[in-house]
């Protein structure tokens, strides 16, 4: 991060804005503060556990996101620390949420470290998600078994090989969309920040309109949409893709699920557009495709005030906020492989209240589905639902409307970035809120990035206990 801010300092340098000086101040401390970690941590004989595993990735994202929000409150933005935290943690997150206003005029150095703080946090968490979570048992990833006990089921024979390869497809992917971005008539500038939000399904944008301020360019929203949906998938499977051996495994049953909603919500709600409108059919498809797909892969970039098509597209909307993409991407939300495991624990509970001796095996894919596995996702459902009635409660009782709060707890809690309504809806903003309420979605975000389940099991006193 330290290094990374110097970008966004070149940037501003360029241009003549002192926010400059306080990207460089900024790097010069978060750099002092990590190598005085590194000197207290060096040829420290400490055994790695499970506890200090949940603890790290806690510590290591808020961490990131109180280093992030210092070039934000010191530069010349009028913005409480609150605000800017919350900016910090939505970018580092890959939530998309924003508080800013004027984002058409505001210095570049800002908008560059904000895209920076999305792409970062993106790929960070598709790390997680792959490497370290499933190693707690609480990765949605563990439900595919990436790393079995047997070598022969490995993606590649040693881990920092999968990392090299995320890293590699989320590069290369980041690159492809900033130069189609730049192809497709964006400047250059904006092509670079959209490039990194897009694939990190963040949402940021230069703009205070978002992606609609490109409405008229069809191209640019067909990438926006390609690319939003790359970002959705699993980063394993650009992995298994370059191995031939490896293809009859991208049957993954989360992939059918999740382009099973593109298409059919798409085409439903094209021509729902379609029938009561005058706009062709070919725009309706390309206006409801991008922001079903931002909404689902939990991007956040809008065209539009989508909650104004009815009442149909305003429930299929809301469905998807839950929902989210596949495990091991850049989205947020509950991730459909669990929904899928949620739909196998469903049916089977059904037919042994009808054959109570019937033996049932549960199988996701090809792969059957362990009491373990089962238990972690079922966890993780009632936290979810806990954790968006206990958000939603607490902003209520800090003077919001109903509406806002339950769509403001949803949307931080999956990731999403705008909510429903006038506030906080496509079209709007966070700006109007208090600074408690950006506490509570700003903690919301954090839980709903690591999983829920490693924040909250920090609240437990058997956490602590010896």
Not at 39 to 46: G, K, Q, W
Not at 122 to 151: A, N, T, Y
Not at 316 to 322: D, E, R, S
Request: net charge neutral.
């Amino acid at each position: 991060m330290a290094g990374t801010m110097l970008i966004p300092a070149l940037v501003d340098l360029h241009i003549g804005n002192r926010d400059w000086l306080v990207f460089v101040q900024s790097a010069i401390f978060t750099g002092v503060l990590s190598g005085l970690v590194v000197l207290a941590t060096h040829n420290s004989d400490i055994r790695f556990s499970p506890r200090l595993g949940f603890l790290l990735i806690v510590a290591i994202w808020l961490t990131a996101a109180l280093l992030g929000a210092l070039p934000l409150y010191f530069s010349t933005l009028p913005i409480s620390f609150s605000k800017a935290l919350f900016e910090s943690m939505s970018g580092i997150t890959s939530t998309g949420a924003t508080v800013l206003t004027g984002l058409d005029t505001m210095p570049r150095g800002i908008l560059m470290w904000r895209s920076l703080l999305c792409w970062f946090g993106g790929l960070g968490f598709v790390g997680l998600g792959l490497l370290l979570l499933p190693s707690l048992r609480v990765g949605g990833i563990q439900l595919l078994h990436m790393e079995s006990s047997d070598k022969s089921e490995k993606i590649l024979p040693r881990i920092h090989q999968i990392a090299q390869g995320i890293v590699l497809a989320y590069l290369t992917l980041t690159l492809l969309c900033t130069l189609l971005y730049f192809v497709a008539g964006m400047g250059m500038f904006d092509a670079i920040n959209h490039g990194m939000t897009t694939v990190a399904t963040a949402g940021f944008s230069t703009h205070d309109s978002s992606l609609g301020f490109y409405a008229h360019n069809r191209a640019i929203l067909v990438i926006a949409t390609i690319f939003m949906i790359l970002g959705a998938l699993p980063f394993v499977l650009y992995i298994k893709a370059l191995m031939p051996q490896r293809l009859s495994s991208l049957a993954d049953p989360q992939l059918i699920l999740f382009f099973s909603i593109v298409v059919g919500f798409s085409f439903f709600l094209a021509i729902g557009l379609k029938l009561e409108t005058s706009i062709g059919f070919g725009d309706a498809l390309i206006a409801t495709s991008f922001n079903l797909v931002s909404v689902l892969s939990t991007t956040g970039f809008a065209t539009e005030d989508y909650t104004l098509w009815g009442a149909e597209a305003l429930g299929i909307f809301f469905l998807v906020t839950f929902l989210g993409g596949c495990s091991g991407s850049t989205s947020g939300g509950i991730k459909l492989n669990r929904i899928i495991i949620l739909w196998q624990l469903a049916s089977a509970s059904l037919t042994r209240l009808i054959i109570p001796n019937a033996i049932i095996k549960m199988r996701y894919g090809r792969t059957e589905i362990t009491q373990d596995v089962s238990q972690s996702a079922l966890l993780f459902i009632f936290l979810y639902m806990a954790s968006l009635v206990i958000g939603a409660t607490a902003l209520t009782m800090l003077g919001n409307d109903l509406g806002t709060s339950i769509t403001g707890a949803l949307t931080a809690l999956s990731n999403v970035g705008p909510g429903f309504g006038d506030t906080i809806g496509p079209v709007g903003n966070f700006s109007t809120l208090s600074d408690p309420s950006l506490l509570v979605l700003s903690y919301l975000m954090l839980a709903g990035r690591l999983e829920i389940i490693t924040i909250v099991i920090l609240f437990t006193r058997r956490f602590w206990s010896r």
